[in-house]
């Protein structure tokens, strides 16, 4: 697990972020309607050129690009190729940056031309419920404040939190301990101290909330062929309220 103990270290660490942030803004503006997935994956590739940094997931235990782009039922670890996006669907992009030895990780979903309000309120929901969970990420707070906030949020509204993936902690390496799930029991876990530093990112179906990894032996999707949503922010817990390192 990463704590944050400097000011230069923090500096650094949102300095990745901000290269997430706006590399994901960037992807964002690119979904359209007819565009190949693959598309995405070389802005990436040149947007971390021109801010000089270095992808945290090419070559992450082997997978083969920059940027996890899902679709639709898809929910995590998309592999970019040459699959078009359509008018309605959505489309999930996962990005992570290293900047001197320190990751940062973001993640949003995005419509495809008009999509159904179904999906509409699957995006704002999932959004939604990330902030939900980063407004209990405080110093002396417990993770399961976080992971339940998450689950009540979302299924009180008559979605599912997906439960066998979650988010992480975050600084020198990837994925840290301790795991974020995005269910869970207020008032237990570890308990939560300055400095620490997390990706929290709930994945939100609008069915049932299990899983199976497709073909590739990456991509994981919906087991009932729901549409999922994916957001997710790089944090540092302060004093009181945490940082949100991953906005522009």
Known sequence: MTVIKSPQELAIMRQAGKIVARTLQKLAEEVKPGIKTRHLDSVAVSELKKYGAKASFKGYRGFPASVCVSVN???????????????????????????NGFHGDGALTVGVGKISPKAHELKELTQEALMVGIKEARNGARLGDVSAAIQDYVETRGFSVIREYSGHGIGRDLHEDPLVPNFGIAGEGPIL?????MAIEPMVTVGDWRTRVADNKWTVVTADGSLSAHFEHTIAIGDDEAEILTLI
């Open 73 to 99: 039922d898809e929910i995590v670890h998309g592999i970019p190729g040459d699959r078009e996006l359509n008018d309605g669907d959505i489309v999930s992009l996962d990005f992570g940056a290293i900047v």
């Open 193 to 197: 101290r300055k400095g620490m530093t």
